[in-house]
């Protein structure tokens, strides 16, 4: 499969601390953060950025869609998600 390393723009309804709670809840997040695949940080209260290294491209074509078990779970705390491709310079 394609890897490819994106950027999320969370547009978050409820506030940070919920998302993060929920973010974090999801299996293997926290792996992935410690291994440094997933980078997470907040904006101000409703809005948060999240960088993703090294994930399938595929997958990021289902989450975009919100066709995934994670977009299901964080449905009633997130307006909406920006995905952007991240490309070396």
Known sequence: MNKVDIA???????????????????????????????????TNDKTAIVLNFGIDKEDVLIAKEGKNEFAELIKNDVESREFYLLNEI
């Open 8 to 42: 999320v723009v969370v547009h978050i309804k409820s506030d940070y601390k919920t998302w993060e709670k929920l973010m974090l809840s999801q299996e293997g997040q926290q792996e992935k953060i410690d291994e440094g695949k997933i980078l997470y940080g907040k």
